[in-house]
């Protein structure tokens, strides 16, 4: 990894190259093969499975209400002014977080994330709440990392006060950038000052670590106005950073067409954009973790980037390494040792879940064996940044090199190009390699091998 204070140079040419579509394997196999066969009761049963073992929970909980429409947003959300429809919500919410704490025995719970739609759009009371549930029927564990996606435009004192009284100490704020034509045409107009007084009031009321999420990729972006943006979120000197590329998929989410693409920074302009921010943030001190994070050298992150236990789900990357992760509401996604499940998109669907009794599972997948091996293979190169091929013999009983040969043969090209050093032995990424570590990991997928019709984000 760059250490502190190294600049990490970015190629133009390799990365224009290898800029291409393909998955941010925030599971493996990905989130398209997932199928309606797959339903409540197994993912139950796999759940229920790792009780046994005391194996240590992660909690996720999606919010989806929003004040108004983000038109980059990707996520599942609801702009409502309805008070009665988020109240109604949270009662339900809350019901599932009691069937499933119920159905996990006094399992450890070492991290909890709040994500949305704006988790800080409930208010304050409700806020307390949904805290106060989560500690009463979860087991959460001393030390848990506990975070919140913020929203400053809908956010308060009382906000931070209520989440620091129900146990959670970091805090991630959407940004995207400062410039304000980019704010204007994306519907989202957030003052710096506004984001300086908020980061500044949770340091001081006593959260641990701020991360900011920044998108490249959005209107009227130039590497010029980009570089102010930069400037100023070095300034502000957060914990972590995320720096997006915006996806545009308005096949997929029909508010994107209102981002005509006439004012998206074109391709070039655009990998300028991340080219200056790399190199920025990394010659500021922030130790590149890879894909998409930064973090500062004492953080969390990049201790677990170092001492090799970073791990990676659908949250991105994580210093929690093998939970089971229990998504509670509409939309959420859990995985067990051996299972995804995706919980359903509706509210009455939702609804009429919890009132059940039940998961809200409309869509899964349970993994074979050669699925566990390439997921422990693609999170390993993803998160250590290096393949050990005598630790995957060991551990499956196979031969590494026989067995992946077609992916090493894929990865001679990027071998020439100093993306990864190919050894006897093993593999190495280098930190060019780091910055396209999703093509590294594709041909690590046989699912991508057998499918060309499936559309996936651009690598960069």
Known sequence: ?????????????????????????TSYPTAPHFTGEFGPADFLASLESGNGSNRPLSLYFHLPFCAKLCYFCGCTMTVTRNRDRI????????????????????????????GGGTPTYLTPEETRRLGEAIQNFYNIAPGAEMGVEV??????????????????NRISMGVQDFH?????????????????????MARDMGFESVNLDFIY??????????AR????????????????????????????????????????EKLAIFKYAIETLTSAGYVFIGMDHFALPEDSMSRALHNKTLYRNFQGYSTHAECDLI?????????????????TKEYAAYFAAVAAGRPATERGYKLNSD???????????????ELDYDFFNNKYGIDFKELFSDALADLEPMAFDGLVRLRPEGLEVTDTGRLLIRNLAMPFDRYLRESTNTRFSRTI
């Not at 990729?217 to 980009?226: C, S, V």
């Not at 998504?327 to 919980?343: K, L, P, R, V």
């Not at 699925?371 to 940044?385: A, E, N, Q, S, W």
């Open 1 to 25: 990894m760059n250490a502190a204070g190294t600049r990490l140079d970015v190629d133009l040419g390799l990365i224009r190259k290898y800029d291409r579509p393909g998955p941010r394997y």
């Open 87 to 114: 109240s109604e919500y949270l009662d339900y919410l809350i019901r599932d977080t009691q069937f499933f704490a119920r159905h996990t025995g006094n399992r450890p719970v070492t991290q909890v994330h709040w």
């Open 151 to 168: 929203d400053p435009r809908q956010v308060s004192r009382e906000h931070y006060q209520a989440l620091l009284d129900t146990g959670f």
């Open 180 to 200: 304000e034509p980019t704010q204007k045409a994306v519907n989202r107009i957030q003052p710096e000052a506004m984001t300086r007084t908020f980061v500044q």
């Open 217 to 226: 990729g959005l209107p009227f972006q130039t590497r010029e106005t980009f």
């Open 229 to 268: 943006t930069i400037d100023k979120l070095i300034d502000i000197r957060p914990d972590r950073i995320a720096l997006f590329n915006y996806a545009h998929v308005p096949w997929m989410k029909k508010h994107q067409n209102v981002l005509k693409e006439e004012t998206l920074p074109p391709a070039d």
């Open 327 to 343: 998504a509670h509401g509409m939309s959420g996604i859990s995985q067990t040792a051996d299972t995804y499940a995706q919980n």
């Open 371 to 385: 699925d566990l091996l390439r997921r422990d293979v693609i999170t390993r190169l993803m998160c250590d940044f």
